[in-house]
C-alpha cells in the first residue's frame, strides 16, 4: 500500500521544539524528493522545506530558516521535520509530501499548535 503517514505534532509552547516524522511505504522511497508543507486555518497550503531524494540539497520558506532542518533517512523511508523555536504562527497541520517524475503523494497530516 503506497502512503506517507506523519507523527509527531502537538501542542508546544512558544519557544520550544518538535520533531516530525514522515514514515513512506509502497514506493522507492530513495527516488523521491521529499517536502513538508503546512497549512493555517483559513490560508492555502505553503511549502516549509523540502529535501532531494540523495538528502544532498535543502530548501527553506524563509520564515523557517534557521529554524527548522530537514533531514531523511532513505535505508527507514523516513523523512523529519525538527523545528526549533517555534512562534504561534507556526500553528499549522503539516503534511508531508512525496514527488518524482510521474508521482504526487500527500500524507494525511499532523498538527502542531504553538501556544502558551
Known amino acids: 500500500q503506497v502512503q506517507l503517514v506523519e507523527s509527531g505534532g502537538g501542542l508546544v509552547q512558544p519557544g520550544g521544539s518538535l520533531r516530525l516524522s514522515c514514515i513512506a511505504s509502497g514506493f522507492t522511497f530513495s527516488s523521491y524528493r521529499m517536502s513538508w508543507y503546512r497549512q493555517a486555518p483559513g490560508k492555502q497550503r505553503e511549502l516549509v522545506a523540502r529535501?532531494?531524494?540523495?538528502?544532498?540539497?535543502?530548501n527553506y520558506a524563509d520564515s523557517v530558516k534557521g529554524r527548522f532542518t530537514i533531514s531523511r533517512d532513505n535505508a527507514k523511508n523516513t523523512v523529519f521535520l525538527q523545528m526549533n523555536s517555534l512562534k504561534p504562527e507556526d500553528t499549522a497541520v503539516y503534511y508531508c509530501?512525496?514527488?518524482?517524475?510521474?508521482?504526487?503523494?500527500w500524507g494525511q497530516g499532523t498538527q502542531v499548535t504553538v501556544s502558551s
Open positions: 509530501n512525496a514527488l518524482s517524475i510521474t508521482t504526487n503523494l
Open positions: 529535501i532531494t531524494s540523495a538528502g544532498d540539497i535543502t
